[in-house]
């Protein structure tokens, strides 16, 4: 055999699978799993190329036959919540997955404060942890969480991951602790199986969760590139950044606020999307729930995330193909933060980016902690999100969120400030946290008062107010409440780009 075909033939065999390959699932199927209830039921792997692969579940039978590159796929009709199934896949061999349940499937994603476990971390206990952990036991529930990877091209399976398992206080202990209680309240009122997802990774910008396409569409976003590149133009930079992070974790502190994640390849545009979401775009789920935004308050980055956020949302959207799917995500709490960052300007940003259809925000001002920039109560947080579903998806009849900004006009020296969800509208002592400013855009501290659902904010030293904002700085002081007694998020009235 001469050198070119031998060469073909080894390129050939890395390519496609052998013909006696047997046939796989991408890791992300396994027995205890939870499928999407009232839509197409998808199931798809690897066999060898032009195989026959026959997918039962529950009553119903689809074929499918391997493409050159032993691709294959089988939908098949949309089931109601139930179960317990088998799914069944024979080719040359056959795979059997058992106990699965039809119910509703939640992608829970994000950074740290996504991914804190129920445990807790060694340094940042969760509330009551121990008895939650010991109360941890709901066959309903069904948990999957992802190994962490990179990646800088999409892949079509995750690295590693547990395997679905049923929720108990063993495989709860290291789950993502805002999923779990979201999981828990939703499972509770609504009566149908939950499965929760858990792709998350600590200290994670927002841009290395969206794919390639989704931030070149938008041309404002390009900095993220540049940001990149400013950082990792040499070894040492990067070493550099891998020290301060070992240290700081060897001595049992949160790492110090750094201008690159001590691995680049997690931080790098897209790479958390290619390797830890884009595995999961051919399943259907119900809805994504989301706590991001700290790594991205730097100043000079800060900025972007009015337009890196809400274009996220958008390029997930598009990649699963499914719609404007519920996405509910949390507003990031108070912490002092350093004076380089802005969260004041993060927190609105994610406040605006309510404009997007079936979105939904968590406020947790009043879970901020001044010295952890891991809140303790990771039950408020959980609930806040469930509540949002319950509202948005599940159709119930409740105020789900709190006082959310709606306009401001200046009148005989005062700014009145309209709010939307401000039934009841109320604050726990005289109201706090509201700045005001003149056409200059220098705010200063101002009083306030509340007047039915408005709140009408002056200050001596600013004679003629234009402009109003509420909790802005990284550890805001803030006290206003609607009658549901969810809190009021961050905002400004000054013009933001």
């Given at each position: 055999?001469n050198?070119?075909?031998?060469?073909?033939?080894?390129?050939?065999?890395s390519?496609?699978?052998?013909?006696?390959?047997?046939?796989?699932?991408?890791?992300i199927?396994?027995?205890?799993?939870?499928?999407?209830?009232?839509?197409?039921?998808?199931?798809?792997?690897?066999?060898?190329?032009?195989?026959?692969?026959?997918v039962s579940?529950?009553?119903s039978?689809?074929?499918?036959?391997?493409?050159?590159?032993?691709?294959?796929s089988?939908?098949?009709?949309?089931?109601?919540?139930?179960?317990?199934?088998?799914?069944?896949?024979?080719?040359?061999?056959t795979?059997?997955l058992?106990?699965?349940?039809?119910?509703?499937?939640?992608?829970?994603?994000?950074?740290?404060?996504m991914?804190?476990p129920?445990?807790g971390?060694?340094n940042?206990?969760?509330?009551n942890?121990d008895?939650?952990?010991?109360?941890?036991n709901?066959?309903?529930?069904r948990?999957?969480?992802?190994?962490?990877?990179?990646?800088?091209?999409?892949?079509?399976?995750?690295k590693?991951?547990?395997?679905?398992?049923?929720?108990?206080?063993?495989?709860a202990?290291?789950f993502?602790?805002?999923?779990?209680?979201?999981?828990?309240?939703?499972?509770?009122?609504?009566?149908?199986p939950?499965?929760l997802?858990d792709?998350?990774?600590g200290?994670t910008?927002?841009?290395?969760?969206?794919?390639l396409?989704?931030?070149?569409?938008d041309?404002?976003?390009?900095?993220?590139?540049?940001?990149?590149a400013?950082h990792m133009?040499?070894?040492?930079?990067?070493?550099?950044?891998?020290?301060?992070?070992?240290?700081?974790?060897?001595?049992?502190?949160?790492?110090?606020?750094?201008?690159?994640?001590?691995?680049?390849?997690?931080?790098?545009?897209a790479?958390?999307?290619?390797?830890?979401?884009?595995p999961?775009?051919?399943?259907?789920?119900?809805?994504?729930?989301w706590?991001q935004?700290?790594s991205?308050?730097?100043?000079?980055?800060?900025?972007?995330?009015?337009?890196?956020?809400?274009?996220?949302?958008e390029?997930?959207?598009?990649?699963?193909?499914q719609?404007d799917?519920?996405?509910?995500?949390?507003?990031?709490?108070?912490y002092?933060?350093?004076?380089?960052?802005?969260?004041?300007l993060?927190?609105?940003?994610?406040?605006?980016?309510?404009?997007?259809a079936?979105?939904?925000?968590?406020?947790?001002?009043?879970a901020?902690?001044?010295?952890?920039?891991h809140?303790?109560?990771?039950?408020?947080?959980?609930?806040r999100?469930?509540?949002l579903?319950?509202?948005?998806?599940?159709?119930?009849?409740?105020?789900?969120?709190g006082?959310?900004?709606?306009?401001?006009?200046?009148?005989k020296?005062?700014?009145?400030?309209w709010f939307?969800?401000?039934?009841?509208?109320?604050?726990?002592?005289?109201p706090?946290?509201?700045e005001i400013?003149?056409?200059?855009?220098n705010?200063?501290?101002?009083?306030?008062?509340?007047?039915?659902n408005?709140?009408?904010?002056?200050?001596?030293?600013?004679a003629?107010?234009?402009?109003?904002?509420?909790?802005w700085?990284?550890?805001?002081?803030?006290n206003?409440?609607?009658?549901?007694?969810?809190?009021?998020s961050?905002?400004?009235?000054?013009?933001?780009?």
């Open positions: 055999m050198p070119r075909s031998l060469f073909l033939l080894l390129v050939c065999a390519l496609f699978p052998a013909a006696n390959a047997e046939v796989t699932l991408p890791k199927f396994s027995s205890h799993m939870v499928i999407q209830r009232d839509m197409p039921v998808h199931v798809w792997g690897i066999a060898a190329p032009g195989e026959q692969v026959t579940f529950h009553g039978t689809g074929d499918s036959t391997a493409d050159p590159t032993g691709k294959w089988v939908y098949l009709p949309p089931q109601p919540a139930g179960g317990p199934f088998t799914l069944e896949v024979r080719a040359a061999n795979l059997r058992d106990d699965i349940l039809v119910g509703d499937l939640w992608f829970a994603s994000g950074q740290s404060n991914e804190m129920l445990q971390f060694p940042s206990k969760t509330v942890a008895k939650e952990i010991a109360d941890a709901h066959p309903q529930i948990l999957l969480h992802v190994e962490h990877n990179a990646s800088d091209y999409p892949l079509e399976d995750v590693g991951v547990t395997g679905w398992s049923v929720c108990t206080p063993d495989t202990r290291n993502s602790a805002a999923a779990y209680f979201f999981g828990r309240n939703l499972q509770k009122q609504e009566n149908v939950i499965g997802v792709s998350t990774w200290g910008p927002a841009e290395a969760w969206t794919s396409p989704g931030i070149a569409a041309a404002s976003l390009m900095p993220v590139f540049a940001a990149r400013q133009d040499s070894e040492s930079s990067v070493q550099r950044l891998q020290q301060l992070d070992k240290q700081a974790r060897s001595q049992g502190k949160t790492p110090p606020p750094l201008p690159w994640h001590p691995d680049p390849v997690s931080w790098q545009p790479g958390l999307y290619n390797a830890m979401v884009a999961f775009t051919p399943m259907p789920i119900r809805g994504v729930i706590y935004g700290e991205n308050a730097d100043q000079g980055m800060a900025s972007l995330y009015s337009h890196l956020f809400p274009a996220m949302i390029d997930w959207r598009h990649q699963w193909k719609g799917f519920p996405f509910l995500f949390v507003q990031i709490s108070a002092p933060s350093s004076p380089q960052s802005e969260w004041g993060v927190r609105d940003a994610q406040r605006r980016t309510l404009s997007l079936n979105t939904g925000m968590a406020v947790i001002l009043d901020g902690e001044k010295n952890n920039i809140p303790a109560n990771k039950q408020v947080v959980g609930e999100l469930s509540v579903a319950r509202k948005m998806v599940y159709g119930e009849k409740l105020t789900a969120s006082p959310l900004f709606r306009l401001a006009y200046p009148e020296g005062a700014m009145h400030v939307d969800h401000a039934d009841g509208l109320t604050s726990k002592g005289a706090e946290g509201f400013a003149g056409p200059d855009g705010f200063v501290a101002a009083q306030a008062r509340i007047e039915g408005t709140v009408i904010v002056t200050s001596a030293s600013v003629e107010p234009r402009y109003v904002r509420y909790a700085p990284n550890f805001p002081t803030s206003l409440y609607n009658g549901a007694g969810l809190p009021a961050t905002f400004t009235s000054y013009p933001v780009p």
